[in-house]
């Protein structure tokens, strides 16, 4: 089958899924064209998954690689509190991948912009290269003026994570060290942990209820791992961080890992990535009736971590024995693995 | 150097370039915020340029691989004829490319996008892929029911191309047979030839010109071939084309590097990509005056191939001596070559 032959298919399960009223014109032309409403600005981010450096196909499938590109870049409109309307994906691949692949990864796509009323509009394919780059591009509404930055964080706001960041990451790592036939130490993690990694749960609704309560003063996902994220909001702010380790949602499991490695047992939580979780700020106070409503409507725990202090830049964990540790902001760095 | 410097010294360069009034918000959050005049809609699309499919670095320079796909993202809203406004860019890139590659890469993507008000407000880094993939997203505005989309095109329209197409892919043929040895019996592309592959010219300037004056009643840019791309606007307007060979643009070198492969001598201009030229349509005597300014202003020759026929999805060619031929659509078919 030839690349227009795939993506005729690949369109026409993509126009099966509705577009949104703000898409004036979707698949099929050089470009597609957006007109946001009267009152709305568009939010837009692009994101790649990368074979090697975010997956590798010993654990993932073509349909996870297609869902999990949409789901991160879904987060980064999450993260504003804007609502998706449509993507754009391009997709580069080894000539080893035949058509049936090649329309895995675009269901994988499609399926998840679905969920997350993201339709896929367009996009863009390539065959011949040596991995599978998949790069997403979202749009999203958000009323003039409301979207959440990484600014708005003032000194004396509380610092509020969703969920209990750093499994994905301790999920990698066991099946890394599977891989390699070294993972007899370590925890096996079952199919639920492993979707974590596999398929991420961007907290849309989770950042649109929070921005309708509250609102948080600033907001991030958790991409390269709390305290990277939480700096680079605290860089955008201007401000300082004092965590309380004692409030930290480590998860039995990515601590055992992380115990199982001689690491700290916070570790995954603090520099794990590819959880997409959410790193949030407010006024004190503001959050409190939020905290129940997520419990209640999204089963989503939101847990108060620490306050913002003026401190610029200064990322400091108190211990429960109260020994201040001053973190550094590192995460996950391309780069400097 | 790190990730999270490297991409700290790419967002100085991009942040001493001028933003348009649509961006709100530019680098530095989870999302660039969008906001476009009330009588305005929003072109967006993506784009990849990526290494073993599209260029080699044996004759590709970083700068030129930034400035090369930042140059094809904006054909695609000349080829609307929307005005651009901002650009996010994701580039995957092996390890073994250092932060002065990864510079250069950028400073190529952000000089292009300034050239052509496109401004770089945001991206995405990941080192350890096993090829240098560089997807870029461009966001355009164009007065509300003024793009000009594929699926405008009427029997009896004349159709219409900018520029010589064609030598791009013949400069490739020379580079390509040059690595392997075997140049010997084709010609040597000089500077200028080489750049239209290097660093291809976006006809924008040509584009708002045309939509200004006309307008064109559909418009594609070529980057897959002629016969292809055309084919696609075919496809959109549900008609046919007839072309008359002997009036096809073929430069000199094009036809020169085809018969030196044995190879008809508008085989490069049918099937040849990556020129990024424009091919229109427009009724009967709607663009005969823009052909003399287009030539003036520009230093764009504008040229009348053939015309739209009600034969819907048919391209025929007819020969100077009255034969007439069947083309295939075909152009550059990454799953086919």
């Known amino acids: 089958m030839g690349e227009f032959e795939i993506i005729a298919n690949i369109r026409k399960i993509a126009e099966s899924v509705p577009t949104s009223g703000i898409v004036r014109l979707g698949v099929g032309d050089d470009c597609c064209l957006l007109a946001p409403g009267p009152g709305e600005e568009i939010a837009a981010s692009t994101d790649a ?14 349909y996870q690689v297609g869902a999990k590109a949409m789901a991160v870049a879904v987060s980064d409109l999450a993260a504003m509190a804007a609502s998706p309307a ?29 969920r997350f009323d993201c339709p896929l509009i367009g996009g863009d394919l390539s065959a011949g290269s040596s991995a599978v780059v998949v790069t997403v591009t979202v749009f999203g509404t958000v009323e003039k003026g409301k979207a959440i930055l990484r600014s708005g964080a003032a000194a004396g706001d509380e610092i509020w994570v969703t969920g209990a ?16 036939g070294k993972n007899g130490w370590l925890p096996t ?60 949602p480590v998860s039995d499991f990515s601590r055992s890992v992380a115990e199982a490695q ?11 990535g590819e959880d997409y979780e959410l790193c949030l700020t407010a006024p004190p106070g503001a959050l409190s009736g939020s ?19 003026g401190d610029s830049g200064k990322l400091v964990i ?18 400097n693995k």
């Not at 990368?50 to 993932?60: C, I, L, N, P, S």
């Open 49 to 62: 998954v990368v074979e090697g450096v975010h997956f590798r196909f010993d654990y993932f499938s073509c």
């Open 262 to 272: 001689g690491r700290p047992p916070e570790y995954f939580f603090l520099h794990g």
């Open 318 to 335: 108190e211990r429960p024995d109260g020994r201040l540790e001053t973190v550094s902001k590192k995460g996950f760095d391309h780069f």
């Open 165 to 180: 960041p750093g499994d994905s990451a301790a999920v990698l790592a066991c099946l890394e060290a599977g891989l390699e």
């Open 189 to 248: 993690p079952d199919r639920k942990l492993k979707e974590k990694l596999l398929l991420p749960e961007p907290r849309l609704k989770e950042a649109l209820l929070l921005a309708g309560s509250g609102p948080p003063s600033a907001m991030i996902d958790i991409s390269d791992g709390l305290a990277a994220d939480l700096g680079h909001l605290l860089e955008s702010s201007g401000v300082g961080a004092h965590l309380y380790s004692g409030s930290f």
């Open 291 to 309: 905290r129940e409503r997520l419990e209640k409507e999204c089963g989503t725990a939101l847990l108060n971590i620490g306050i913002i202090t």
């Open 86 to 114: 449509a993507a754009l994906a391009s997709v580069a691949i080894p000539r080893d991948k035949g058509a049936p692949e090649v329309e895995e990864l675009a269901r994988g796509l499609i399926e998840t912009g679905r």
